[in-house]
């Protein structure tokens, strides 16, 4: 397996291969056809807001950008539409906004532009799922003058850069005019104009010859854009993404199995590059709001965690690590050295049960949903696993693996009071981009507010008000304070048996021979990062 890919700065380093793309003059068309990209999923749409989320929008970032992003190489903070920026205060930044740049519906990006995008993408109001990686206070933005925008959260917020590397940048017109475009037609600034989203097959997009990168000192990426066109065609199946790089029909296929892997390693035509990722695999426990009573027993709560095998399931899904107790990787800030993967003790399992039963819980009448996604990889003989290891412990499940359209609703707040008494363990693939604990306690176990169903913790599966208090003083802190509190906070909800970490991922894609693909933690595909060596 080569490897071409790199770890934010604020996880652990790795080694990289990556080719300076400073300094690029260069005016010239592209050399190559399209670039075909088989991804494990259809987006869920293509609206700015999407940018965050590369895998449930693969490929965005080639059309819309953003102020800023994290190099995959160094995991600094790197310019894209942002020339500069400063941190005013515990609350605010102030950006240099690039100048000459246009939309590619021909308009102008002005600060007032930005501006405008940015305050529709996080308007509460719109409560679009980005509100998952909102921080403690809502995020507004002002042009100040011509090429200055101010961005301020109404609380101190410590991670507000990172949250401006998320949102993409789209133009004014469109909100103005033709909103509801917005959501499937994007127009950003990118290297890649958007041509076409053929539903249930694929989207498209063609280099856009204006791209300001063409000839700015410091453009990001590793070369210019060698591909007149990339298409991204939608395969849930594994067996059919790789099928695609092993023909010759897609230049790159996301997350092969292990197997698959390992099998390039002997393969002519293709490579496998692998790489460390901020992804992890869970089983959130449902025990919020209209959750089954029984599920708040903390005997009934670890008698379901002392009967999972994580490091079977880490065997099953393969490029993969046992986590150490905690959704992160060492490195995050909050880690704690202190936690250990939690036991796996099928007989203690029983003994809880078997307590709480003498107290006059129903265990016998539990039976537990063990929920997947079907774009998730590899879900479904996990699911099957994870059925059989209850089972094996007493206690009984109903297994499912589901459609985006089924699942989704379920896990937010807007679908529990549709299932009161619901006894269920979403099993799921999450990010946590930030490299910071507080992101991830926010949208997993900050109480939910059933009747405002908008903001980061709308999936939680908790609601403690400790918590809560402790949580939103500790996203308020800087630095070493808000280590220790962060620290503090994740052996409280650990203790607790709410959500089980199954695994830290690697990632992996085939790459058609000839192709150097550089990514970061986060494995975004951006064609100025695919670099051709033939």
Known sequence: MRHFSAVSGLLA?????AVAFAGVQATAEPTRGTMVVA???????????????EINAPGLRNVIETLIAVDPVSGDFVPVLATAWERVDGSTLRFTIREGVKFHDGTDMTSEAVAESINWVWSTENAFTIQEYAGPGAITAAAMDD????????????????????NGISSPAQLAENPERHFDTPIGTGPYSFV????????????NPDWWGMSAEEAYGTSKPAFSDLQFVFRSEDAARVAMVQSGEAQIAMFPSADECGRAADADGYNCVTGPSTTYLYGRLDHSLHADERLADPRVREAIFSAIDIAGIVDLYGMASVPRGQLGPKGTIGFNDALAPYSYDPAHAMELLESAKADGIDVEGLQIEIVGRDTTPRIKPIVEALGAMLDMAGISTDLKVQTPAEFNPRVRITGYSNEPGRQMMQVHVKQNPSGDYGLLLLSNYACPNIDDPTGPSRSSVYCDEEFDAKLFEALASFGDERGERMKELVQYVHDRHL????????????VEAGLEFTFGTDHRIQAVYVRPTE
């Open 39 to 53: 991804v494990n999923q259809e987006p869920q749409d293509l609206a700015a807001q999407g940018t965050y989320k």
């Open 196 to 207: 076409e989203w053929k539903q249930g097959q694929y989207w498209s997009a063609s280099f």
């Open 13 to 17: 380093a790795a080694a990289l291969c």
């Open 147 to 166: 090429s200055t925008v101010e961005v301020r959260s109404s609380e101190p917020d410590p991670l507000l850069e990172f949250r401006m590397s998320l």
């Open 499 to 510: 959500i089980v970490p199954l695994a830290l991922l690697d990632r992996g894609h085939l």
